[in-house]
């Protein structure tokens, strides 16, 4: 019985070591893009370039990394789909959470560098949408990395990168590079719609401005 | 010019009282405050404000004069003095103004409307 124990564990311990071999692999060759990605951003500003750079990093990664994932066994990857898209829904709802507690901090103080923040962490939240076959969240690291350098080319950035997911369908006809203005404006301008107007509504709602609409109409 | 292309080129004006609630959107907020003829409100302003192609015509005195005013009579009815809360309702309708300014950039607004002018249409 002793025996079989053992045998049982040693085959166990072999299954794992090897599933974590995979896993750290995985984690390895994102982490390589993550640091091409910012190594990029920190030597120019011009996002023609880093968007050429992101997209050319992101089909090598994903390429390798699925390479990779093919190994897993089919059970270990059952197991692991649903606290992935747990963290995953977990993460949504965090981003999504800190882009409103920016936008209300920005009405009391009236700090741009808090709206942009938002703006980039409900990026982060649309990032993380499906499928994931797109290089999203490098756009958004590659505009975290630019914030604080420019802030415009930082919007513009993440919502081309997101731009898939953005619920305004004016999108701009030239590219970030030619107007990256106009690309800021449409990230903040979902933004707004879509975080900042239910925020409007919850705060005004509980402060009684519905009964004011209302005696307005009579 | 075909149907079609008119159809792109159609304006609109929302009534004040409606626009308000592309700015407020009441249709997803859990709150037994908002009933479902604001929710329908909502719904309508923001699909004309963000989701179609046609421009809608935004007049001046809305942003400047009309949500200052309904802002105003919130605090003074409703007896508002908490500092925070003040900064938040003076700040929203510059905040309004910006994403209007946005918006206006993607071409969704075909120009600033000026009072005058929307005063005359009204």
Known sequence: MSIQATTFLNTYRKKMDKVQKILLDAFKEIICATEDVLDITQQTQNL????EAIEHVSQTT????????????TQTIQELN??????RKEAIQGYTLLAKIAYITHLAT??????????LFYAASKALQKPATKPRPLYIIAA????????EHALALAAYGTRDKLPIKHQPREKPWQNPHKWAALLQASYMYEIATKTNAELLAEWGLLEILQEEEE | MSQKENKEEDHIILDSNLLVYAFI???NILSRKINEREKIYSRIAKYF???????????????????????????????????????????????LKQLTHQLQLLEKFPQQVDTQYSLSIN
């Open chain 1, 110 to 119: 009236q700090d741009q560098k808090l709206l942009h923040l938002g703006a």
């Open chain 1, 62 to 73: 994903l390429k390798q990394i699925t390479e990779i994932l093919e190994e897993l066994p």
């Open chain 1, 48 to 51: 023609k370039l880093i968007i």
């Open chain 1, 144 to 151: 975290i990395h630019l914030a604080t350098k420019n802030p």
């Open chain 2, 49 to 95: 404000f963000y989701e179609t192609p046609t421009k809608i015509l935004l007049p001046n005195f809305i942003l400047d004069i009309e949500l200052p005013r309904i802002l105003s009579k919130l605090i003074i009815q409703k007896h508002i003095t908490e500092e925070t809360k003040l900064k938040i309702l003076v700040n929203l309708p510059k905040q």
């Open chain 1, 82 to 87: 649903p606290q992935v898209e747990k963290a």
């Open chain 2, 25 to 27: 959107d009441t249709e």
